[in-house]
């Protein structure tokens, strides 16, 4: 998870703001996954009230744009969203505590010699 939080905070560190995120794929069945995710990140996490919604229903609009001539905002509509699982905020100490030590871990390998 510390990875993931990382790649995260990469992302903010270009003053990329969030105010949630929205979880697409086969993860997203388990509502467990998905707080220890929002939780790791300390941000709400949404998923697609119904339905599949994913890379391959992106394709499938697109190809619908370009062989029937379609608009784009009338094929390229965002999903329904359900209501957002947020952080457990009781473990967010956990969470930064174990990403610190991910830190540290990480910059001491950088410095290793080979």
Same mark, same amino acid.
């Given at each position: 998870?510390?990875?993931?939080?990382?790649? =995260?905070?990469?992302?903010?560190? *270009?003053?990329?703001?969030?105010?949630?995120?929205?979880?697409?794929?086969?993860?997203?069945?388990?509502?467990?996954?998905?707080?220890?995710?929002? *939780?790791?990140?300390?941000?709400?996490?949404?998923v697609p009230s119904s339905?599949? =919604?994913?890379?391959?229903?992106?394709?499938?609009?697109?190809?619908?744009?370009?062989?029937?001539?379609?608009?784009?905002?009338?094929?390229?509509?965002?999903?329904?969203?359900?209501?957002?699982?947020?952080?457990?905020?009781?473990?967010?100490?956990?969470?930064?505590d174990a990403y610190s030590?991910?830190?540290?871990?990480?910059?001491?390998?950088?410095?290793?010699?080979?």
């Open positions: 998870m510390s990875g993931l939080r990382d790649s =995260f905070e990469a992302l903010r560190s *270009t003053n990329a703001h969030f105010d949630e995120l929205i979880a697409i794929g086969g993860g997203t069945r388990s509502i467990y996954w998905l707080s220890v995710i929002a *939780t790791a990140l300390d941000i709400p996490i949404r339905g599949e =919604f994913g890379a391959a229903l992106g394709a499938a609009r697109l190809g619908m744009i370009a062989a029937e001539n379609s608009e784009v905002t009338q094929v390229m509509t965002p999903p329904r969203l359900a209501e957002p699982i947020m952080p457990v905020q009781h473990l967010r100490h956990a969470y930064d030590k991910f830190r540290a871990a990480y910059a001491w390998q950088k410095e290793a010699p080979y």
